[in-house]
């Protein structure tokens, strides 16, 4: 057997009193704060693939939307939503927003963000991020946004999500990475969400303290959800997504007993 290659540390410095790792790990090179928060994480040899299970979840949204035109992310980290859509959709115009200076500069010089015309990076809250733009429609909006205290107070409200709601595109989906450990406001968004979309449904991502919900404008998710076994097959090579599995998730824990039932049987 190979020996595994021990980890090195790629990065380190101080932001705001946290301490900001880079860290490799075999062929993971991995973002942390405060010395033992995973951020995020990216293969060195396939930059592209989604290395952390929540952000596979985050994009159970290619279920509903295809194909993808224009994305906005806010919430950038170190990049993995955007080189997965990239790679996947070139032509797909990415709006990618960060508070941060630090995290947009280490995105770029350690984590791969493409270098293309079609991916825009702007430093801002995403509240100013709207008040600049007002007639580009997405169709899909992709929302990570953590500071050091958690779910950042000024995205994961209902005011953001109203100007979310009013930048989708008529069958746009709203993709949202939340954690499991705040549950005031984890109920508090699940109900902000439902009194601003149509259709609104949440994912456990197992094994993990993610909890990933999602929301429709106009489109019906439980309705758009079904899908055959041979269908979800193909778009899990596609992407390198276990579809199947999140389906199955998403069915456990958004449908009543005899609509599983009526699933089994049908």
């Known amino acids: 057997m ?21 860290i490799e790990d075999g062929d993971n090179r991995c973002l942390y704060f405060g010395g033992n928060v995973l951020q995020s994480a990216m293969s060195i040899s396939t930059p592209q693939r989604l290395v952390l299970s929540y952000t596979r979840y985050m994009m159970t949204t290619l279920l509903f939307v295809r194909p993808l035109r224009r994305a906005l992310i806010v919430g950038v980290g170190a990049g993995s939503l955007i080189r997965f859509i990239h790679h996947h959709y070139p ?77 989708l595109q008529e069958n746009g989906i709203v993709s949202l990475n939340l954690w499991s450990g705040d549950t005031a406001r984890v109920n508090q968004v699940h109900s ?18 993610n909890i990933v919900c999602l929301a429709a404008k ?20 596609e992407f390198d997504i276990n579809f ?13 007993y005899r609509e599983r039932l009526a699933r089994f049987f049908s």
């Open 192 to 209: 902000d969400l439902e009194r601003h979309y149509n259709s609104c449904y949440i994912m456990p991502v197992p094994d993990r303290g």
């Open 244 to 256: 199947n599995e999140i389906s199955r998730v998403f069915n456990r824990h958004n449908l009543g």
């Open 91 to 167: 032509d797909c115009i990415i709006d990618g927003v960060d508070f941060s200076a630090r995290i947009l500069k280490l995105a770029r010089g350690y984590f791969n963000l493409p270098n293309s015309d079609t991916v825009r990076l702007h430093c801002c809250d995403g509240q100013e991020f709207f008040a600049d733009r007002k007639n580009q429609d997405y169709d899909l909006i992709l929302i990570d946004a953590f500071d050091q205290g958690g779910m950042a107070p000024s995205i994961y409200c209902a005011d953001f999500f109203s100007q979310c709601g009013n930048h």
């Open 218 to 237: 106009e489109s019906d998710l439980k309705v758009t959800m079904e899908r055959d076994y041979t269908e979800l097959a193909r778009m899990s090579a």
């Open 2 to 22: 190979m020996n595994q290659l021990p980890e090195k540390t790629v990065y380190r410095d101080c932001w705001n009193k946290c301490r900001i790792e880079i």
